[in-house]
DNA sequence: ACACGATACCAATTTTTTATTCCTAATTTT
DNA sequence: AAAATTAGGAATAAAAAATTGGTATCGTGT
């Protein structure tokens, strides 16, 4: 579904006529597929040449490859499982919360992973693995993301640094420079605390790797590397689950990516591992 | 891949040129979607009205009808679940790697929901509905996932201690009491942290709900609710990802059912996201 | 073997579609 | 309020697609 999820993302930082262009294509995209430019304008009741432009501005050659792409991403989502559709009611029983609830994350899953392009998921694995040292954090339920990539890492045998304290966190991001990579992690990209830090690390000359909900936001701007969540969370009652599945689905696949490239991986995480073990054991 | 089927089916029962058209095509299906019907007849050595004729041939309405149903064949078939089966290799490239991930994620979520009764479940919901303190807690990476559920009961207007330390995780536990309850989150059950702590509780009269590997374990044993997780972690690369996706899927499910049933759930949240929403502004 | 019809194919042309350019109006910035 | 940027459309250029018309080729029946 990339392309109608890039639509959605953008929709709101486009103009008027372009929205208009946008809210059609997102309703009725199976009969876009067939339209040509002329046509698709006359129905929204805008020129051809800002259908012409709307493709352009999304990323693609033109109009044609616009629809290459729509098709191309219709065809993939209807391979997807199918996904009960409707939110989680309040009076639904445990089988269908259990149900839905599955289904949404596996959307998510699946989203996510198309919503990103291969070459900044394997240049962000790269610049992980050879980063000197990697300040990670993220905000609120981020932060819990964060700290878990840290544990992984470590595993790893990367230098981490992981802090809740904003103002550590600043401190922190001050010593960094070229080479140091900075982990940032918000779900809306907005969030003051995160933007500062990541700031700092930049003008510093250190790498950042956003990962944040897929949309513009002040975060991929000041990012080298830019990941993206895709979590339709509609409603309230879901409270971050979705957002937080998504972001675990690319730090996981991060570091798959990592330990597939390091080959001292597998020798020191087993290493690790028995030091567990041993610990378990004794205590 | 129904188009490339469709050519090959027809292949046999066409004219030389065509032939040679169907030929290139069914060997270079990714060019030939970026190619207009020209630079394909130039390519194979045919006029371009002989392209055309074979799109309509095929009984496509002309040559960007046949591209359009090209690229949405190729984009199913990639779609379709290659290797679900068998571990992540280390020479998988990213979109395996990927796709193997959500499959097992998927597993590991379906499994683990049948992995629990349903009555254990809404018991559990019930059980932390009612209760006047919870102690939530587990080790390494499970102590991430208790900090999570924390944060979302907070947010629920329950009176929540988290901690990581375990010597004051025992000192909280001697404090708990009727009506309290611990959640205990261990993926092995066995370690001696937990267990400890869970005694400790379970000696006052506290409740104890357990989350941990789908078999008979120590902690199951202390537990008055025991939930499961159900991972195949088999190999050591994977890190300890799909047992944490396990665990999110329970307690995820169980903020759900604490949600529906809480009435006061929506408002308070909303109110919670409303001040986020205020500090995110001024900061 | 030859004529007849049918089909294959191409060059040229027409039609359709797409992309660009250039201009105006609106909006934002200074 | 002036300047600069941006949105959008009309006109046009460019490109691509589809049709036409005609010749060559193939197969079939006599």
């Known amino acids: 579904m990339s392309t109608l999820v890039k639509i959605r993302a953008m929709r709101d930082s486009m103009s008027n006529h372009e929205q208009r262009i946008a809210d059609f294509v997102l309703e009725n995209v199976e009969s876009v597929r067939a339209q040509s430019s002329k046509a698709l304008a006359e129905q929204v009741g805008v020129s051809q040449s800002s259908v012409v432009k709307f493709s352009q501005k999304l990323g693609y050659k033109g109009y044609s490859d616009l629809k290459l792409s729509l098709t191309e991403s219709v065809a993939r989502s209807a391979m997807l499982p199918k996904a009960i559709h409707g939110d989680i009611a309040a009076d639904d029983d445990l089988a269908t919360v259990a149900q839905k609830l599955i289904a949404r994350k596996n959307l998510a899953l699946n989203e996510t992973v198309m919503a990103n392009s291969e070459k900044v998921l394997l240049q962000s694995a790269e610049t992980l693995l050879s980063a000197k040292r990697i300040l990670l954090f993220g905000v609120g339920a981020s932060s819990l993301v964060a700290r878990d990539v840290a544990y992984k890492l470590m595993k790893l045998g990367k230098s981490v640094l992981v ?77 971050s689950i979705l957002a937080r599945t998504a972001q675990f689905m690319i730090t996981d696949l991060l570091f798959i990516l990592l330990s597939q490239r390091d080959e001292k991986a597998n020798e020191l995480f087993e290493r690790s591992r028995q030091a567990v073990k041993v610990l378990r054991r004794d205590s």
């Open 163 to 239: 802090e809740n304290d904003t103002h550590v966190q600043v401190a922190n991001a001050a010593t960094l420079g070229q080479g140091d990579v900075v982990f940032a992690i918000s779900e809306s990209g907005v969030t003051q605390d995160v933007i500062r830090v990541a700031q700092a690390a930049a003008s510093q000359g250190a790498e950042v790797i956003s990962l944040t909900r897929f949309a513009r936001n002040p975060l991929t701007e000041l990012a080298t590397h830019s990941l993206f969540c895709v979590a339709n969370e509609s409603e309230a009652r879901s409270s």
